[in-house]
C-alpha cells in the first residue's frame, strides 16, 4: 500500500541532506469521486512505533507544483515531525487545482479528495488523532487559499488552518494559474470567482472555531491582498495570528514561514480545552 520514499532516495532526488530520524514515505491514495490513485508524501515521527496517537498537518503546495514540493522547499519537515510528534502529509493538488470541486469539469474534485477522501484515507492507515483538534491545514500562494478554502468550509475537519503568501483574492488574475479552467472565464462568471475567494468567504468562520495564522511577505505579489484579508477579519471580530515580515514570493521565505506555522498548530493541539 505504501512506497517507501528513503532518505537516500530524497537526498538523490532533491541533493538535500536529510539528518532526522522521522520517515518519509511516499504513498498512492485513492479518489473515488475522481476514479484515480493520487500520491501523497507522509512524514512520521521518530517515536511513531511506540503505540500513541498523532495530530495531522497537511501541508498543500501552490500552483505549478506538487506532492514532492515541500520536502524540498523544507527538508527540515522530519525534524519539526520529530520535535512535535506531529505527522505531516503532503498531498498533490494536481498543479493548479486550487483545491476546488470545480463546477466546470467534473474529473476536478480536489476539495473532496483533500478535505474528506485523503482525511479519511490518512485516518484509516495511520495511528492518528481522528478529530478536528488533532488536524491542522496549511500552504504556500494556491496551497495557502486551499487551506483557508477547505478549512472554512468543513471546520468540522479541521480544527486550525494557515496561509503563507495564500492566493487569497485572486479576482486580479483573471488570466493566471489555470484558475479559469476551474472556475469558468471569469468575464462570463464574476460572481463565481468572488463566492469562491477568500476574501469574500468570512461569513462562514464561526468565531473562535478555527485558529488561524497568516504570513506573507512585504514584497510579495499577494501582500495587499493578504492585508486586506487581515483588515476583514478583524472587521469581523475573527481572532488570528498574522505576520507580515521581509520577503519575497520564494521557497527561502516559505521555508521560513513554515516552522511559525508548525509553531502555531503544536500549540494548538496542545491547548487544552479546545
Not at 62 to 81: S, V
Not at 172 to 182: D, E, G, M
Not at 206 to 223: M, Q, S, T, W
Not at 242 to 255: E, K, S, T, V
Request: with cysteine; net charge positive; hydrophobic share 40%.
Amino acid at each position: 500500500m505504501r512506497r517507501s520514499l528513503f532518505l537516500a532516495g530524497v537526498m538523490l532526488l532533491f541533493g538535500i541532506q536529510l539528518t532526522f530520524a522521522a520517515k518519509v514515505d511516499t504513498v498512492q491514495t485513492y479518489s473515488a469521486s475522481m476514479k484515480k490513485n493520487i500520491k501523497a508524501v507522509v512524514i512520521t515521527p521518530d517515536s511513531y512505533a511506540e503505540g500513541k496517537t498523532y495530530p495531522v498537518v497537511y501541508l498543500l503546495h501552490g500552483a505549478g507544483g506538487n506532492y514532492a514540493n515541500w520536502i524540498n522547499i523544507a527538508p527540515e519537515l522530519g525534524q519539526y515531525a520529530d520535535q512535535y510528534q506531529t505527522l505531516i502529509v503532503c498531498p498533490d493538488g494536481n498543479v493548479t487545482s486550487w483545491y476546488f470541486d470545480s463546477p466546470v469539469d467534473p474529473e476536478w474534485k480536489y476539495e473532496t479528495y483533500v478535505a474528506t477522501e485523503l482525511v479519511n484515507w490518512i485516518d484509516k492507515n495511520y495511528k492518528t488523532v481522528k478529530d478536528r483538534k488533532g488536524r491542522a491545514i496549511a500552504g504556500l500562494s494556491m496551497g495557502g487559499h486551499g487551506a483557508l478554502y477547505l478549512s472554512f468550509r468543513h471546520q468540522d475537519t479541521f480544527g486550525a488552518a494557515g496561509s503563507m503568501s495564500g492566493g487569497v483574492d485572486f479576482t486580479s488574475f483573471p488570466l493566471n494559474w489555470n484558475i479559469a479552467k476551474r472556475l469558468g472565464d471569469y468575464d462570463k462568471f464574476p460572481q463565481r470567482w468572488k463566492d469562491n475567494t477568500i476574501v469574500n468567504m468570512i461569513h462562514l468562520l464561526v468565531p473562535n472555531r478555527l485558529a488561524l495564522i497568516i504570513d506573507c511577505g512585504k514584497e510579495d505579489f499577494f501582500y495587499e491582498v493578504n492585508m486586506k484579508l487581515h483588515e476583514a477579519l478583524q472587521y469581523s471580530n475573527i481572532p488570528h495570528d498574522f505576520i507580515i515580515r521581509p520577503g519575497a514570493h520564494n521557497g527561502q521565505y516559505w521555508n521560513n514561514a513554515v516552522k511559525y506555522q508548525l509553531l502555531f498548530f503544536n500549540g494548538f493541539f496542545n491547548k487544552k480545552g479546545k
